[in-house]
């Protein structure tokens, strides 16, 4: 699915209590005058997948207020991004994204996973004012494994608050690579690459190699060349090619 150039609002979604899912779809130039220039999302589970956020911006006449650049999701019960794009989508507070999780009830699901997914280019709405945070996350605990962070014009990769009584850790398991120093989203140098560019082919941008969406390319001096955390490796990558499976407790190289 392409979705591109919706003026006003992102694609919007209140899914109340249900799950979500967007897969092989591509969000590209839309604007929000509130929140969520991409997808606007209230309730439910979200799953996204296999998709590209691109160039997706929220603007206001407040552009010290605008919140996620690609995503805003309100009272979600649980977040799972996997295997995804996101490049030069635009908000003050979330550049890439914005999450507030529910906390009602006794099942609530505060897990914001994030595997396998590179974020590049994300900026501030204000030109020349870098972003508060490229990620913004209220009441949710973050999952991590094989994530790129580069070239994102933010004072820093992720914010958390918590509610009262909340125990907030962030959680690395490995493979995530940063061109920062900055270990706001809980990324651990013994087991991540930080203040490590992972040299993606920038000069060539998005290309298609095949598949729903296109992706950048690794230059061979890449760092993150098999260093990804292979137990959190999708069975399938981002444009839809089964990983091999090692024979060992069934990793899989990515």
Do not use: W
Request: proline share 4%.
């Amino acid at each position: 699915h392409r979705f591109t150039n919706s003026p006003e609002n992102g694609i919007e979604l209140v899914t109340l209590p249900s799950e979500f899912y967007i897969e092989n779809s591509q969000l590209i130039n839309n604007i929000s005058s509130f929140a969520g220039g991409g997808l606007y999302s209230e309730y439910g589970h979200a799953f996204i997948s296999r998709s590209l956020f691109e160039h997706n911006q929220v603007t206001s006449f407040y552009p010290d207020n605008t919140k996620g650049g690609a995503i805003y999701s309100h009272r979600i019960n649980g977040f799972q991004t996997t295997n995804s794009t996101f490049v030069n989508n635009s908000a003050t507070y979330g550049a890439a994204i914005h999450s507030s999780m529910n906390t009602l009830g006794d099942d609530y699901d505060s897990n914001f996973k994030l595997f396998n997914n590179s974020f590049t280019e994300n900026h501030g709405s204000t030109l020349g004012k870098p972003s508060i945070n490229l990620l913004q996350l209220i009441y949710a605990d973050i999952f991590s494994a094989n994530n790129i962070f580069t070239n994102n014009d933010v004072s820093r990769n992720c914010y958390f608050k918590a509610s009262t009584g909340q125990n907030l850790k962030p959680t690395s398991y490995g493979g995530n690579i940063s061109d920062s120093d900055d270990v706001s989203c809980g990324f651990d140098p013994k087991i991540d690459l930080i203040h490590t560019d992972p040299h993606l082919d920038l000069d060539k941008g998005l290309i298609d190699v095949g598949g729903q969406t296109k992706v950048f390319a690794l230059k061979p001096t890449s760092p993150a060349i098999n260093f990804a955390n292979p137990y959190y490796c999708p069975l399938d990558d981002q444009i839809g090619t089964q990983r091999f499976t090692l024979k060992i407790n069934e990793a899989r190289l990515c």
